[in-house]
T-cell receptor
């Protein structure tokens, strides 16, 4: 199957700093990428949908200015957590699909963010 | 918004069958998925079913879909300790929505 690489796998940062997470489709072009957040023992919550070359669509309750998403190319989307706080600590997972008719989404391995 | 629900825990003995259930509300769902998540890892797609099908079998996995009741189930035959993980059902309408995940524990 297609491979989605997410980097870094884990990161620890200080409160107030910004962290960038990359999501790359390695062997296919992803027109649409999704960013999810997973709280401990809870489900994945969709944060935003990004389409290459256009602004991301954020889910209700997700702060656009805090979680900056850039989908600059068909193989790369980035999520930047700005001015991170301990409550932003979570497991962030991206997924990518080729197009509207794609049957499945391919997931990255996730990034565990800890803000201290 | 649309909702996907599944029970949080399931415990079975090694060799038994496991059945994980899921309900969803989005009637426009086109595909329904089962993902497996092992500790600290991303999601692994196990199987998926198109919304006009009612059953799909793939080795030890059987997916049943009752579209009228919006009910999806995953049956794992001859459950092994390596099957212990969290299983997420997901439905795809305009985007993908996930259930909370069912933690499957397999006892030897």
């Amino acid at each position: 199957g297609a491979v989605v690489s997410q980097h870094p796998s884990w990161v620890i940062c200080k409160s107030g700093t910004s962290v960038k997470i990359e999501c790359r489709s390695l062997d296919f072009q992803a027109t649409t990428m999704f960013w999810y957040r997973q709280f401990p023992k809870q489900s994945l919550m969709l944060m935003a949908t990004s389409n290459e070359g256009s602004k991301a669509t954020y889910e209700q309750g997700v702060e656009k200015d805090k979680f900056l998403i850039n989908h600059a190319s068909l193989t790369l989307s980035t999520l930047t957590v700005t001015s991170a706080h301990p409550e932003d600590s979570s497991f962030y997972i991206c997924s990518a699909r080729v197009g509207e008719r794609a049957t499945e989404a391919f997931f990255g391995q996730g990034t565990r963010l800890t803000v201290v | 918004g649309e909702d996907v629900e599944q029970s949080l825990f399931l415990s079975v003995r090694e060799g038994d069958s496991s059945v994980i259930n899921c309900t969803y509300t989005d009637s426009s769902s086109t595909y329904l998925y089962w993902y497996k998540q092992e500790p600290g890892a991303g999601l692994q797609l196990l199987t998926y079913i198109f919304s006009n099908m009612d059953m799909k079998q793939d080795q030890r996995l059987t997916v049943l879909l009752n579209k009228k009741d919006k009910h999806l189930s995953l049956r794992i035959a001859d459950t092994q300790t390596g099957d212990s993980a969290i299983y997420f059902c997901a439905e795809r309408g305009n985007d993908m929505r996930f259930g909370a995940g069912t933690r499957l524990t397999v006892k030897p």
